[in-house]
């Protein structure tokens, strides 16, 4: 087998998923970005496991299911910090999260003295006091 096809298209999947992660502004789509070069990386990881199986027995494909488990992890922990980002925001474009902002934080000594911490609901913040 010539393994000069797997590695053009690996470099072509890779190049495409740098290009959806440099320039997309939807959050998910960023993470299926980032699947894809993970994806390539793996077609390489095979591709070299096949062509050099002499002096090292299926070590690419014992690395390439490494990163099928790294990129299981990954899509779960992005897909929760979108959905966080998505309530919080009601976006998921990643030009808008301002980086830059400190969190409204709760008094540590509301929470240290048990104190029930009442949040206003959503559209409560341009309501007048009595109207709550």
């Known amino acids: 087998m010539r393994p000069v096809i797997p590695y053009v298209t690996a470099a072509l999947l890779f190049g495409l998923g740098v290009y959806g992660v440099l320039r997309r502004r939807n959050a998910v789509l960023v993470l299926m970005a980032v699947e894809l070069m993970l994806n390539a990386v793996n077609l ?15 070590s690419g494909q014992v690395f390439a299911l490494f990163v099928i488990v790294l990129a299981a992890a990954e899509i779960g922990v992005g897909l929760a910090i979108v959905l966080q980002l998505y309530r919080l ?14 969190p409204a934080l709760v008094p540590a000594e509301r929470l240290a003295a048990g104190t029930a911490v009442e949040r206003p609901a959503a ?7 009595g109207d709550r």
């Open 44 to 58: 390489i990881l095979v591709t070299a496991d096949t062509t050099v199986r002499a002096q090292l027995p299926h």
């Open 123 to 129: 559209g409560d913040a341009d309501r007048p006091e």
């Open 89 to 102: 925001r009601a976006s998921v474009a990643v030009d808008e999260v301002p980086l830059t902002e400190a």
